[in-house]
């Protein structure tokens, strides 16, 4: 099964859909940063949209996080489906490296 991205709502029990998901909100270490609207890193006064801030948390955050602990799990997040969500960039970045270990035979 390939790993998804949960939206997480007030209203619905995501947990009892997706009782294993990670949480990835601000409330974890897997949360995005920055925020639609901050000013745009390197450029004061320009302000991020959704798509900035998924390309800031991206270039800027990836980086220091241990990604490969989220391989294979879904992951919940309050980000409308088909918004742009950080959860994606963890979810494409985690399943690269389990990729990346199956092809160096390292699993």
């Known amino acids: 099964m390939t790993p998804k991205r949960i939206?997480?709502?007030?209203?619905?029990?995501?947990?009892?859909?997706?009782?294993?998901?990670?949480k990835v909100d601000r409330s974890t270490k897997w949360g995005n940063p920055f925020?639609?609207?901050?000013d745009m890193p390197g450029a004061p006064g320009v302000p991020m949209d959704a798509e900035d801030v998924c390309q800031c948390f991206e270039l800027l955050t990836i980086p220091t996080l241990p990604v490969h602990e989220l391989t294979d799990k879904d992951l919940a997040c309050w980000c409308a489906p088909g918004a742009p969500c950080h959860a994606d960039v963890l979810l494409k970045y985690a399943n690269r490296c389990a990729g990346q270990s199956s092809a160096d035979g390292e699993m």
């Open 35 to 38: 925020r639609i609207g901050d």
């Open 7 to 22: 939206q997480m709502t007030r209203n619905k029990p995501w947990r009892c859909e997706a009782p294993e998901a990670v």
